[in-house]
Structures are given as structure tokens and as C-alpha cells.
T-cell receptor
Framework: AQSVAQPEDQVNVAEGNPLTVKCTYSVSGNPYLFWYVQYPNRGLQFLLKYITGDNLVKGSYGFEAEFNKSQTSFHLKKPSALVSDSALYFCAVRRYNYGQNFVFGPGTRLSVLP | DVKVTQSSRYLVKRTGEKVFLECVQDMDHENMFWYRQDPGLGLRLIYFSYDVKMKEKGDIPEGYSVSREKKERFSLILESASTNQTSMYLC????????????FGQGTRLTVV
């Protein structure tokens, strides 16, 4: 069964510093991994995905993620955090079934302090 | 611009009422999903549909049903609302295939009193 863990409920970082939001996964077969962001009282917005190929994936708003198969991790990163990056971040893996639905982690709240 | 639209942003309903949450997508996506979001639990799948009139139970289907009569529309029905169904409900859609991302609506915050 597929599952996703986000070990940190909350991450605090100063503006201008690099940020990392952690994600580990458990899947049978090839992992198809996604990151989403949610701003207050809004739906989720897609940031980036890993399907195959290069382990470093670049996405929207300057975010990138590093896929590590041996550590079963897919950490989200950004070289220089902005206050506007403060939001709730979800890691997800896609299931192999008729609808290929998504399994989400519990979310990590990122606070970027000015 | 792609769009998933949920009929209401906020709803307040009474215990025992039948509640309909509507979702429409304009991207001709085959797959549609209803998730429930609660603090600390992330998103949990209630039902999904991979084609018109086709539906599959997700992880927490109890107390819910769904309807998909047209490709663009996916409705979530709470047969008899209860206070433990107070939550944020998110609809999403995607193309068929594990490579594609989902697009989400803005969410419906339902309060059952």
C-alpha cells in the first residue's frame, strides 16, 4: 500500500534563507510523486512532480525537489525563502488503480519570518 | 485557464439534512475526486470516479455517496449530515494516467450544527 509521511508539522525559516520541507514515501513499484501548496482558505495548487529521469525536479515559484530512491525521500527545497511562501505544503504519491487517485501526507506548515 | 469549480465556499447545515456538494471541471478530465481535509490528517479520499457513471470508494466513504452523470460534473452527497462531517471538502480532477497532476477546486467549508 502506498503511504506518505511528512515528519515535520511545522517548519520555520528566516526570509532569504534556504528552506527544506521533508517527505518520505512507501510504494510498491515506481513512485510518482507530487508536491502541492495550499494558501489559507484555498484549494491545493500543483508545484512539481517526479515521474522519471533527473532526480532534481524544478517547479513553480522557484521550488525544486530532490528524489532519492535509496532513502525513499522527495524533499522540497527553495534556495531563498520569501514571506509569501508561508503556506501549507502537501506531498503526495499516486496510486495504481482505476482512478489513479492520490495519497497525501498530513501536510507541513511553513512559516517564513521577515 | 484550467478550472475546477465548487458550488459553495461555505455551507452551514443542520444535523440530519441531506447535503449536496457540486463540482464542475472544464478540462475534459476523466478522473474526478472528492477529498476531505482535517487538521493533522491531510487529505483523505472519500470517493473517486474514473468515468461517467463509474465510481469507487476511497478510504472514508461511510456516510457519503456520489453521482457522476456527466463527465464534467461530480457531486458529493451527505445522506444525513452529522456533526462529525464538519470539514473542508476538496474536489479535484485529472487526466487518466499516473503521470498527471490533479487540479483542485477552492474547497467547501461545511459546518454541520
Amino acid at each position: 500500500a502506498q503511504s506518505v509521511a511528512q515528519p515535520e508539522d511545522q517548519v520555520n525559516v528566516a526570509e532569504g534563507n534556504p528552506l527544506t520541507v521533508k517527505c518520505t514515501y512507501s510504494v510498491s513499484g515506481n513512485p510518482y510523486l507530487f508536491w502541492y501548496v495550499q494558501y489559507p482558505n484555498r484549494g491545493l495548487q500543483f508545484l512539481l512532480k517526479y515521474i522519471t529521469g533527473d532526480n532534481l525536479v524544478k517547479g513553480s515559484y522557484g521550488f525544486e525537489a530532490e528524489f532519492n530512491k535509496s532513502q525513499t525521500s522527495f524533499h522540497l527545497k527553495k534556495p531563498s525563502a520569501l514571506v509569501s511562501d508561508s503556506a501549507l505544503y502537501f506531498c503526495a504519491v499516486r496510486r495504481y488503480n482505476y482512478g489513479q487517485n492520490f495519497v497525501f501526507g498530513p501536510g507541513t506548515r511553513l512559516s517564513v519570518l521577515p | 485557464d484550467v478550472k475546477v469549480t465548487q458550488s459553495s465556499r461555505y455551507l452551514v447545515k443542520r444535523t440530519g439534512e441531506k447535503v449536496f456538494l457540486e463540482c464542475v471541471q472544464d478540462m475534459d478530465h476523466e478522473n474526478m475526486f472528492w477529498y476531505r481535509q482535517d487538521p493533522g490528517l491531510g487529505l483523505r479520499l472519500i470517493y473517486f470516479s474514473y468515468d461517467v457513471k463509474m465510481k469507487e470508494k476511497g478510504d472514508i466513504p461511510e456516510g457519503y455517496s456520489v453521482s457522476r452523470e456527466k463527465k464534467e460534473r461530480f457531486s458529493l452527497i451527505l445522506e444525513s449530515a452529522s456533526t462529525n462531517q464538519t470539514s473542508m471538502y476538496l474536489c479535484a480532477s485529472s487526466l487518466r494516467g499516473v503521470y498527471t497532476e490533479a487540479f483542485f477546486g477552492q474547497g467547501t467549508r461545511l459546518t454541520v450544527v
